[in-house]
C-alpha cells in the first residue's frame, strides 16, 4: 500500500530528516512509529502525503508516486490520505458540523466552499463520522467548547469524512490525559478495522503502541533501525531504539488511576519526592 | 514580610548571582557617541544663540543648547550606569535624547513654545478659545447652511452615511487584499511582495491627499460629486488599515488548521475560507469598527479640502475667522459627542459579536 524506496529526506539547512528509508506497509495494518524526539518520526509520516517533500528516492502510496513538485496531483493523493495531529488542529471558532466538512473540500468545488454551502450528501457523510467517532450530538457546538479527547474525535471525524485509504497520526494521543488517550486510540483502533485503513502511528509512549498496533517501527536518527510484528518489540529490541535502558514510565501498565480517590496518600507522597530531583521531565 | 523571614532558608549552597555590571567599554563607547553628537550640534549651531556664563574672573560661554544637550546625555549615560542598565538599553536612552534634541533644534521647538503664553494674553487666541467654550448650540440644531435650505444636522447624516459606506466597501476590499497580502494565505511569494508594495503606495498618501486627489479628478465639491470624492477618499484610507493590521493578524495566526486543510486536499482558496477567515474574523470585526470611527473623524478634516458633510461646514466656518468661533466650537463639541458615542457603540457591538 505505502512504499518507502530508498527515501531520503534533506532539509533547506542541510539536516537531514530521513536517512535512506526502505519500508512497505501493507493494506489496513496499523503501524506505531516510535523513537525520541527528533528521530524522524514525523517526517516519515509527513513525507507519506507531502507536507515535508522527499528529496530522493521513491515513494508511493497505492499506485501513485508521491510528487510534492505537482501541487493539484499532491492535492488528489491529499484526498486519499487524511492526517491527525497532536494539537487536534481544528478551527476552534466553527461549528464541529463545519469542521468535519473541512475534510469534504477535495470533493466539493472551490464556489462552494467559498459560500460555506455544502451539499446534502457531503454533510450525510460528515454526520456518519460524527456517529462513528460517537460525538454527533455536538455537531452544532463549537469545537473550540469541547474537551481534548472530544476535539481529537472532531480531528478523526473530518479525516473520515474525506473517506480515506490511508490515516496518518503524528502524536494524536500525546495532548491528552492516559485514560482518554486509551479510549481516543480505541476507537481509532476500531475504526481502521472496520474500514480496512491503513493506519500509521507516532507515539511516545511505547505501552500504547504496544497494546494497539499490529507493528512496531523504531526509529533513530532518521534511520530505521527496528521493523518487526508487534510481539517481537520486546524491552531489549526497545532499548536499542531509544539508546538507554527503559525506565517505569515507558512500560507503564494499563492500571492508570483514573480519579483521585484511586490514588492512595504514599503513592501520592512518594511521586512528590520522586518527582523533586529531576522536577522538569 | 515576616513569612519570608520565617520561611526555613533552603539549601543555600548556590549564592544566589548579582546582577551583572555591565561591561565599561561600552559605556566608554557611549561616552563617545555622546561627544560625537555634541561636536556635530556644535558644529551646527546657530552663531547668534549663545549662553553667557559670567563666574566673575572668567567669562564662559558656550552655545546655549548643544552643551545642555550634553549635559542631558552624560546624565542619562551616568543614570543608566548607576542602574545597571544594559549597554543595549542605555544606547537607547542616549538615542532618544540625541534624537529629540536634534529634531527639535531644527525647528526651534523651545524657542517657539516659549512664546505660547504670551500669544495666550493678546490677539485673537483669547477670542477663539472663548469662542470654542461658548459653543453656540442653536446655530448646530436650527441655522440653515449659508445661502441654501439644508439643515446643519443634516450635515451630520451625510457625514454618517459617508463613513458607513466607506466602512463597508473598504473593508471588503481590505479584506481580499490582507488575503493577497500574507504570505500564509496568498497564492506565493511574488504576490504577497507585490500587494504589499502596492499597499504601502496607498497607506502613504494621507486620506486628505485622496479627497483632494479624488475632488480634482472628479470635480465638484459642494453635493453629491464632493460626497463621491469624499467617499472614495476614505475608501482607499480604510483598504490602507485594514489591509495592513489585518495581514499581519493573518501572518499570526495558528498554523495548525491550516495545515490540517492543506493535509485534506484543500485548494488555496478552499483553505483561506475555511480555516483563515474563521481564525481572523474577531480581528476583521473589531478593525472595521475601529475603522469606521476614524471615519467620522476624518471626514471632518476632509471638509477642509471642500468635501460634504460636517466637515465643509466646519471649514467654511473656521473661514470666517472672527465671526464663525461660537460656530466652530458647536461643530467641535459635537464631533467629540459623536465619536464618542460611536466608540460606546462600536464596543457594545464588539462585546456582543466576541
Not at chain 1, 111 to 140: M, P, T
Not at chain 2, 15 to 35: F, H, Q, S, T
Not at chain 2, 81 to 103: E, H, K
Not at chain 2, 313 to 318: D, G, K, N, T, V
Amino acid at each position: 500500500m505505502i512504499t518507502f524506496e530508498n527515501v531520503d529526506v534533506v532539509y533547506p539547512n542541510g539536516f537531514k530528516g530521513l536517512d535512506n528509508i526502505n519500508l512497505n506497509i501493507t493494506k489496513g495494518e496499523f503501524v506505531a512509529i516510535i523513537g525520541l524526539s527528533g528521530a524522524g518520526k514525523s517526517t516519515l509520516i509527513r513525507a507519506v502525503n507531502g507536507l515535508v517533500p522527499y528529496t530522493g528516492g521513491t515513494l508511493t502510496v497505492g499506485e501513485t508516486v508521491v510528487d510534492p513538485r505537482n501541487k493539484s496531483k499532491l492535492r488528489k493523493l491529499r484526498a486519499r490520505v487524511g492526517m491527525i495531529f497532536q494539537q487536534f488542529n481544528n478551527v476552534g471558532r466553527i461549528s464541529v458540523l463545519n469542521n468535519v466538512l473541512i475534510g469534504r473540500s477535495a470533493f466539493t468545488s472551490t464556489w462552494r466552499s467559498l459560500i460555506g454551502w455544502y451539499g446534502a450528501e457531503d454533510k450525510e457523510v460528515a454526520f456518519q463520522s460524527l456517529e462513528r467517532v460517537g460525538i454527533v450530538d455536538k455537531a452544532y457546538n463549537r469545537a473550540s467548547a469541547l474537551s481534548g479527547g472530544q476535539q481529537q474525535r472532531v480531528a478523526i471525524a473530518r479525516v473520515l469524512a474525506q473517506d480515506p485509504e490511508v490515516i496518518l497520526a503524528d502524536e494524536p494521543v500525546a495532548s491528552l490525559d492516559p485514560p482518554t488517550a486509551r479510549k481516543v486510540l480505541g476507537d481509532l483502533r476500531r475504526i481502521q478495522q472496520d474500514l480496512g485503513i491503513t493506519c500509521i502511528v507516532n507515539m511516545h509512549h511505547l505501552d500504547l503502541a504496544r497494546d494497539y498496533a499490529d507493528r512496531i517501527i523504531g526509529m533513530r536518527a532518521g534511520k530505521v533501525v527496528f521493523d518487526g510484528p508487534t510481539g517481537e518489540a520486546i524491552d531489549a529490541v526497545i532499548e536499542d531504539v531509544y539508546q538507554r535502558s527503559l525506565t517505569a514510565e515507558d512500560i507503564a501498565t494499563v492500571n492508570v488511576p483514573v480519579s483521585l480517590e484511586d490514588i492512595p496518600a504514599e503513592a501520592e507522597a512518594e511521586a512528590v519526592a520522586a518527582g523533586e530531583p529531576d522536577g522538569n521531565s | 514580610m515576616t513569612a519570608v523571614a520565617e520561611r526555613p532558608s533552603a539549601a543555600s549552597a548556590v549564592k544566589r548571582p548579582e546582577p551583572p555590571k555591565p561591561p565599561l567599554a561600552n559605556y566608554l563607547g557611549l561616552v563617545v557617541i555622546a561627544m560625537a553628537a555634541f561636536a556635530f550640534f556644535w558644529w551646527t549651531r546657530e552663531d547668534t544663540s549663545v549662553l553667557f556664563l559670567p563666574l566673575g574672573f572668567i567669562t564662559l560661554w558656550a552655545p546655549q543648547w548643544p552643551l545642555i544637550g550634553f549635559l542631558t546625555m552624560l546624565a542619562v549615560l551616568a543614570l543608566c550606569w548607576f542602574t545597571r542598565t544594559s549597554p543595549m538599553a542605555a544606547f537607547g536612552a542616549l538615542s532618544v535624547v540625541v534624537f529629540s534634541y536634534w529634531a527639535g533644534s531644527n525647528i526651534y521647538f523651545i524657542d517657539r513654545i516659549i512664546d505660547v503664553p504670551s500669544r495666550l494674553t493678546g490677539g485673537n487666541t483669547r477670542d477663539q478659545l472663548i469662542g470654542y467654550f461658548n459653543p453656540d448650540w442653536s446655530y448646530l440644531l436650527f441655522s440653515n447652511v449659508a445661502g441654501t435650505s439644508r439643515p446643519i444636522w443634516g450635515e451630520w447624516l451625510i457625514t454618517l452615511c459617508m463613513a458607513v459606506v466607506a466602512t463597508i466597501i473598504g473593508c471588503f476590499i481590505g479584506l481580499l487584499l490582507a488575503m493577497l497580502a500574507s504570505p500564509v494565505s496568498s497564492f506565493n511569494k511574488a504576490t504577497s511582495q507585490t500587494v504589499k508594495a502596492v499597499n504601502s503606495v496607498v497607506r502613504s498618501i494621507p486620506d486628505v491627499g485622496w479627497a483632494l486627489l479624488f475632488a480634482a479628478f472628479i470635480g465638484g465639491t459642494a453635493y453629491g460629486l464632493g460626497a463621491l470624492a469624499a467617499v472614495l477618499a476614505l475608501i482607499m484610507f480604510n483598504i490602507g488599515i485594514v489591509a495592513k493590521l489585518l495581514g499581519e493578524s493573518i501572518d499570526a495566526v495558528n498554523p495548525g488548521p491550516l495545515e490540517a486543510a492543506d493535509a485534506t486536499g484543500a485548494n488555496l482558496l478552499q483553505r483561506d475560507r475555511v480555516a483563515v477567515l474563521p481564525a481572523v474574523m474577531p480581528s476583521f470585526v473589531s478593525y472595521s469598527l475601529y475603522v469606521f470611527e476614524l471615519n467620522i473623524r476624518a471626514s471632518a478634516a476632509l471638509g477642509v479640502v471642500g468635501v460634504a458633510g460636517i466637515g465643509g461646514e466646519l471649514s467654511r466656518q473656521i473661514g470666517r475667522m472672527s465671526q464663525g468661533y461660537e460656530n466652530v466650537g458647536a461643530i467641535l463639541w459635537a464631533l467629540v459627542l459623536v465619536v464618542l458615542l460611536v466608540d460606546l457603540l462600536s464596543m457594545w457591538i464588539r462585546r456582543k459579536l466576541l
